[in-house]
């Protein structure tokens, strides 16, 4: 290693080029926490409490919004800790294990959309066999595939990067342990560490976004078939907030992670990963509570029996 110092921890530099706007960014990133916390309890409470909501989609829906809470907590309380210390500083270990647990559940949830549009295709395409073909098991086997593999993946992506021997500079350009602030810390770090760290971030972004697209392919083929307009409007609109999710998920996540690297494109990077990591899981909630009428009567239900209890 010649005359470079072995790094034993990080610091998180985060927004700290912004110490006037500390208190205001803590303020504003616990209002948006909370809010996850609250829309994503609610959603998987209202369908756990509302019997016509145990269906596989509104199965794989409670999960992603479980998941997606679970990604937020992996973020969000060590953020708010460093806006208000003046130690920022984190172990290797600790480092990571904020980036398996980030990346393994934020890998999970492109599964589980991959998931949810295989089966608004299977409730499109065949209707009378949706309930022998989206059966309990099959909708926990597909959680369950889903986690197993993100964290998979996950695990390889850190096993790679934390093999690297990093040394000199230990300040990570972010604000929580993203895969190329710290990568690019390494002093053995090289086009093939890159390489393959990216062909695991395409499978997973890539190949569960084809998925996804196939779906809808053969869904819309499906559609067009339709004789009446109102029949195709109301089969497209089972699946406009699910599309709508998947749009804004992968929009951010591919800027993100697919785009080529240099150590400019950094700031760049934590200013989207602002977005991916507080505001998707924020509108995910909103968007599936505003575009479907299920979800908002079941909402009002379980909002009515906390109001007035005693009416239940």
Same mark, same amino acid.
């Given at each position: 290693?010649?005359?470079?110092?072995?790094?034993?921890?990080?610091?998180?530099?985060?927004?700290?080029?912004?110490?006037?706007?500390?208190?205001?960014?803590?303020?504003?990133?616990?209002?948006?926490?909370?809010?996850?916390?609250?829309?994503?309890?609610?959603?998987?409470?209202?369908?756990?409490?509302?019997?016509? $909501?145990?269906?596989? /989609?509104?199965?794989?829906?409670?999960? !992603? @919004?479980? &998941? =997606?809470?679970? *990604?937020? %907590?992996?973020?969000?309380?060590? $953020?708010?800790?460093? /806006?208000?210390?003046?130690?920022?500083? !984190? @172990?290797? &270990? =600790?480092?990571? *294990?904020? %980036?398996?647990?980030?990346?393994? $559940?934020?890998?999970?949830?492109?599964?589980?959309?991959?998931?949810? @549009?295989?089966?608004?295709?299977?409730?499109?395409?065949?209707?009378?066999?949706?309930?022998?073909?989206?059966?309990?098991?099959?909708?926990?086997?597909?959680?369950?595939?889903?986690?197993?593999?993100?964290?998979?993946?996950?695990?390889?992506?850190?096993?790679?990067?934390?093999?690297?021997?990093?040394?000199?500079?230990?300040?990570?350009?972010?604000?929580?342990?993203?895969?190329?602030?710290?990568?690019?810390?390494?002093?053995?770090?090289?086009?093939?560490?890159?390489?393959?760290?990216?062909?695991?971030?395409?499978?997973?972004?890539?190949?569960?976004?084809?998925?996804?697209?196939?779906?809808?392919?053969?869904?819309?083929?499906?559609?067009?078939?339709?004789?009446?307009?109102?029949?195709?409007?109301?089969?497209?609109?089972?699946?406009?907030?699910?599309?709508?999710?998947?749009?804004?998920?992968?929009?951010?996540?591919?800027?993100?992670?697919?785009?080529?690297?240099?150590?400019?494109?950094?700031?760049?990077?934590?200013?989207?990963?602002?977005?991916?990591?507080?505001?998707?899981?924020?509108?995910?909630?909103?968007?599936?509570?505003?575009?479907?009428?299920?979800?908002?009567?079941?909402?009002?239900?379980?909002?009515?029996?906390?109001?007035?209890?005693?009416?239940?």
């Amino acid at each position: 290693m010649g005359n470079h110092t072995a790094v034993s921890t990080f610091l998180l530099w985060g927004f700290s080029s912004f110490p006037d706007l500390q208190t205001l960014l803590f303020v504003m990133i616990l209002f948006s926490h909370a809010t996850i916390l609250a829309a994503n309890a609610s959603v998987m409470v209202a369908i756990k409490c509302t019997h016509n $909501l145990h269906t596989p /989609l509104y199965f794989l829906l409670g999960g !992603l @919004s479980f &998941s =997606e809470t679970c *990604t937020t %907590m992996a973020i969000i309380p060590r $953020l708010l800790v460093d /806006l208000l210390s003046e130690s920022k500083t !984190l @172990s290797l &270990s =600790e480092c990571a *294990t904020q %980036m398996l647990f980030f990346f393994g $559940l934020s890998c999970s949830n492109c599964f589980i959309m991959s998931a949810m @549009s295989y089966d608004r295709y299977t409730a499109i395409r065949n209707p009378l066999h949706y309930a022998t073909l989206m059966t309990p098991k099959v909708c926990f086997q597909l959680m369950t595939a889903s986690w197993v593999v993100g964290f998979l993946v996950s695990l390889c992506i850190v096993v790679i990067i934390f093999n690297l021997s990093f040394c000199d500079s230990n300040v990570i350009q972010h604000f929580f342990c993203d895969i190329s602030p710290v990568m690019c810390l390494a002093c053995d770090y090289t086009l093939y560490h890159e390489m393959a760290v990216f062909v695991f971030s395409a499978f997973v972004l890539g190949g569960s976004f084809i998925l996804i697209m196939i779906s809808y392919v053969f869904i819309g083929s499906v559609v067009m078939k339709v004789p009446s307009a109102k029949g195709r409007c109301k089969a497209f609109s089972t699946c406009s907030s699910h599309l709508t999710v998947v749009c804004i998920h992968y929009a951010f996540a591919g800027f993100v992670y697919l785009r080529p690297k240099d150590r400019d494109s950094l700031r760049e990077d934590m200013l989207m990963a602002v977005a991916y990591t507080i505001l998707t899981p924020l509108l995910n909630p909103i968007v599936y509570s505003l575009r479907n009428k299920e979800m908002q009567v079941a909402l009002r239900k379980v909002l009515d029996k906390k109001v007035h209890p005693s009416d239940g």
